[in-house]
C-alpha cells in the first residue's frame, strides 16, 4: 500500500509541477488535488482554492492533528535553465517550480493521510487542509480555514526540512518607518538633511540588539532591507522611507517588539504592517517530537516563516526537501526524498496514533 501511494504522490506531484498555481491563483492545481481525493474514494471539502478532508472515523471529543502543506508557488526567477512548468527527472531529481517548495511535502502528507483514512480506534482525529496563498501570507490561504475545520489541537506543517523536527519557527514583523527634515534647494546650506540625518539612524538598527535570546531561535534578527528618498538632484527632500525586516523569536510577541522599536528607534514613526505572523513552537516533550526523536530525526528552530505563523496550537514542521533549494532556480527534490518522506511520516504517526 505505501508502495502505491508513494507512486500516485509522485505522479501528483509532477502535475502539479506542470500547472500554473502562482499565489491566489491555485484553482487549477486544487482541481488536481479533487481529483487524487477522488481517486482515493475519500471524502473532501474545498473552500476556494483549499482542499480539505477529515478521517473516516472522526470521533467528536477526541483531539485532532491537522496536516498541512501549500499547493501555491512563487513566481520562478529569471536564472531557469530548465522550464520551470515542466516535470523533468534526472539523475534521480525531479525538477520543477514548487516540487521543493513544498509539493513533495504536500504530496507525502496527502499519502499519509491517506494510509491512516480508513483506520479505526485513532487517539487523534486527522485533517487535512491542502492550502492557498503560502508564498504570500494572503488572506485566503490557512488562516481563512481555522474557523471552517475542526478544531485544531496540534499540527504538522509540511515545509522541506530534511525530515527532521524544526520544533520552533521565526516570526516576522515587516516595519514601516520614516525620517523627516528640512527640505531645501541643494545650493543653500540645510543642517537638517534627512539623508545625512539618515547616517545615525542607520547605524542605530545596525548595532542594535534585543536582550532575550531563544535556545531554539537564537536572537531575533533586525533588517533594514529598503530605502527610498528624493526625487529629483536639486532638492533636498523633506523625509526619507525605510523598510525594517524583524525575524522574531520565541521569547517575543510581534506586539512586544513593536512596542520596544515605537519607544527606543531614532525615527519620526514606525509602523508594523501587521502582528499576526507570531513565533511558533512545539514542546520537545509532546509526543510527536519524541516519535520523531526515536526515529533519529534531530530537532532545531528554523528561521524561515511558513502556514505555522497563523496556528495558535503547538506545531511542528516536518517534511522532505531542502530548504535552501526553495525559491531557487532549477529547483528540484530528489525523489528518494519523497518516498522517505512518506515512510517517516507514517512511522511518526503510527507511534503517535
Not at 487517539?123 to 491542502?130: D, E, G, P, R, T
Not at 523633506?238 to 525575524?247: C, E, M, P, S
Not at 503547538?314 to 532549477?330: E, I, Q, V, Y
Request: with cysteine.
Amino acid at each position: 500500500m505505501i508502495q502505491e501511494l508513494t507512486q500516485n504522490a509522485i505522479a501528483l506531484l509532477k502535475q502539479l509541477i506542470e500547472t500554473q498555481s502562482f499565489s491566489s491563483e491555485e484553482n487549477e492545481t486544487a482541481l488536481h488535488i479533487e481529483a487524487w481525493f477522488k481517486h482515493q474514494n475519500i471524502d473532501y471539502k474545498r473552500t476556494k482554492n483549499n482542499v480539505w478532508a477529515v478521517n473516516k472515523y472522526f470521533t467528536e471529543g477526541k483531539p485532532t492533528l491537522l496536516l498541512n502543506s501549500h499547493h501555491d508557488t512563487v513566481k520562478p526567477n529569471s536564472a531557469y535553465t530548465k522550464d520551470p512548468f515542466k516535470a523533468i527527472v534526472e539523475d534521480g531529481k525531479l525538477f520543477g517550480l514548487g516540487s521543493n517548495d513544498a509539493g513533495g511535502c504536500l504530496v507525502s502528507l496527502l499519502a499519509t493521510f491517506a494510509y491512516f483514512y480508513n483506520k479505526e480506534h485513532l487517539k487523534y482525529n486527522l485533517v487535512i487542509v491542502a492550502s492557498a496563498e503560502e508564498e504570500s501570507s494572503g488572506p485566503n490561504g490557512l488562516n481563512s480555514m481555522l474557523s471552517v475545520i475542526p478544531k485544531v489541537d496540534v499540527a504538522i506543517v509540511g515545509e522541506p526540512t530534511l525530515m527532521n523536527l524544526a520544533v520552533a519557527e521565526k516570526g516576522l514583523v515587516v516595519f514601516d518607518a520614516v525620517l523627516t527634515g528640512t527640505p531645501s534647494h541643494a545650493a543653500h546650506p540645510n543642517d537638517d538633511n534627512v539623508i545625512y540625518k539618515s547616517i545615525e539612524a542607520l547605524q542605530w538598527f545596525k548595532d542594535y540588539k534585543f536582550e532575550k535570546g531563544s535556545e531554539a531561535l537564537g536572537d531575533v534578527k533586525l533588517t533594514v532591507s529598503q530605502i527610498n528618498a528624493g526625487k529629483q538632484h536639486n532638492a533636498v527632500p523633506a523625509d526619507l522611507k525605510l523598510v525594517i525586516d524583524v525575524r522574531v523569536n520565541d521569547a517575543y510577541t510581534n506586539a512586544e517588539i513593536a512596542e520596544i522599536l515605537q519607544n527606543e528607534a531614532p525615527v519620526t514613526s514606525i509602523t508594523p504592517r501587521s502582528l499576526r505572523l507570531n513565533s511558533s513552537s512545539i514542546p520537545v516533550d509532546h509526543d510527536l517530537v519524541k516519535a520523531g526523536i526515536a526515529l533519529g530525526r534531530t530537532t532545531y528552530g528554523s528561521p524561515t516563516l511558513s502556514d505555522q505563523a497563523v496556528l495558535s496550537c503547538p506545531s511542528l514542521k516536518l517534511g522532505p526537501g531542502d530548504s535552501t533549494r526553495s525559491h531557487s532556480a532549477d529547483e528540484f527534490i530528489y525523489l528518494n526524498e519523497i518516498e522517505e518522506g512518506i515512510k517517516i511520516y507514517i512511522e511518526l504517526l503510527e507511534k503517535v496514533l
